[in-house]
């Protein structure tokens, strides 16, 4: 996986022995006042959660621990696991001095900028259940909460911040807080989509109308971007998680569950788009730029691009993709398509050239050679990341998502 900043960390953490690996888990968890669970929580195909992963650490830490521990859920969970997971761990330790507590501590970081957001947060939030588990982990967050260490990316030269705001909240919040918010941003984005599609309609132009919107502090400009629709690992599996905890709760899901639904038609939104353009699709040549599903990753998880570009194939368009961090982890799991070392092959003579991944170096790139090399100067933007003046300018035919 790449994280900027997060190999050479490790490195030098090795080297100073700040950070040890090891296979043999028991002397560490017995050693340890607090174990922190950082484990993948996927989803199963009718929508519920797969705990098997966390419920094969609880069952490894049960049966080595022999005093009181603070298990820390780091993972972004359904509420009611760390419940579920305290009775566990007591029901199936055999040592009779064995205790848990229960916290949890859902990370908030950004792909692509993790290492920055765990050193410098804007907050940081803690479900306990007593004082104990709260002293703990006040002093574990200490230097972070005072921001009074020297940071391992900046040196001393670390930009001005507001110290991160600590909330406190039981489990079961914290739980819950985690998975609307993701959920929350989610709909900002299909929200944000459902404009586009109006705009193209009415003749707007959605950027001006989510900038606008966005300078009203009360609704923010984060996450008000009209595209191709979100991925990754996390707001797809916890926008549909959280609408599935509304039905089971008895809680109308209707907001949530039309934020999905106009995720999941981005992809044949901007198919039509493709197809529109092209009027056929067999046999044309199609270059990608941008496989992840977000810029700054190589994460390819349920990605917008990859949805797209599998949908192309079947069509019997010639996919020549290019991805600056990707292109191993596209390659690995989708050998069908061709892989191009650099922006300007994947472009030679593409009928059509898709922007799919708003990596800043692509409006860097020398656009009118990519217009000198292409069989059809047709650039379909499905990020709104380009400047259509400035792409008009240079002779191409531009289209995006809700801009004239």
């Not at 094969?56 to 696991?81: E, H, M, W, Y």
């Not at 209707?254 to 995720?263: F, H, K, L």
């Not at 390819?300 to 191993?328: C, E, N, V, W, Y």
Request: charged share 20%.
């Amino acid at each position: 996986m790449f994280e900027s900043h997060l190999s050479d960390l490790i490195l030098r953490s090795l080297s100073s022995g700040a950070i040890t690996f090891t296979t043999d888990m028991a002397s560490p968890l017995r050693s340890s006042t607090a174990i922190f669970l950082c484990i993948g929580v996927p989803q199963l195909e009718n929508g519920d959660s797969d705990f098997a992963a966390l419920d094969s650490a609880a069952g490894q830490i049960a049966r080595v621990v022999d005093s009181s521990k603070l298990i820390v859920v780091r993972s972004t969970v359904p509420v009611r696991t760390g419940e579920q997971l305290k009775h566990l761990l007591h029901v199936t330790a055999p040592h009779p001095l064995a205790r848990f507590k229960v916290a949890a501590n859902p990370q908030f970081l950004h792909e692509g900028e993790a290492i920055d957001g765990f050193l410098h947060p804007s907050r940081i939030l803690l479900g306990v259940e007593d004082a104990e588990s709260e002293s703990t982990l006040l002093e574990i967050y200490s230097p972070i909460l005072q921001q009074d260490f020297q940071c391992p990316i900046h040196n001393r030269n670390c930009p001005s911040r507001t110290p991160p705001q600590l909330l406190l909240t039981t489990v079961k919040s914290t739980e819950l807080i985690k998975q609307a918010s993701n959920s929350y941003l989610a709909m900002k984005i299909s929200y944000a989509n459902v404009l586009a599609d109006l705009c193209e309609r009415l003749g707007g132009d959605v950027q001006e109308v989510t900038h606008a919107m966005g300078l009203d502090r009360r609704i923010n400009s984060s996450f008000l971007q009209a595209g191709i629709g979100f991925g990754g690992d996390r707001l797809p599996k916890d926008l549909r998680a959280f609408c599935k905890l509304l039905r089971t709760e008895g809680v109308d899901s209707g907001i949530p569950q039309a934020s999905e639904n106009a995720n999941l038609q981005r992809i044949d939104s901007f198919f039509q788009k493709i197809q529109s353009s092209l009027w056929v699709l067999k046999g044309k040549k199609l270059g990608l730029l941008g496989l992840s599903h977000k810029p700054n990753t190589n994460d390819i998880r349920s990605s917008p691009a990859i949805k797209l570009a599998r949908r192309l194939s079947t069509a019997g368009a010639r996919i020549a993709a290019f991805d600056p961090q990707a292109l191993s982890d596209a390659r690995a799991s989708f050998p069908e398509f061709n892989y191009c070392p650099d922006p300007y092959v994947a472009a030679d003579r593409a009928d059509a050239l898709l922007l799919l991944t708003e990596w800043e170096e692509f409006r860097r790139l020398d656009w009118q050679r990519i217009r000198n090399l292409m069989a059809r100067p047709l650039i379909l933007d499905g990020r709104n990341f380009l400047s259509p003046a400035q792409m008009k300018s240079l002779g191409f035919e531009y289209i995006s998502v809700g801009r004239p």
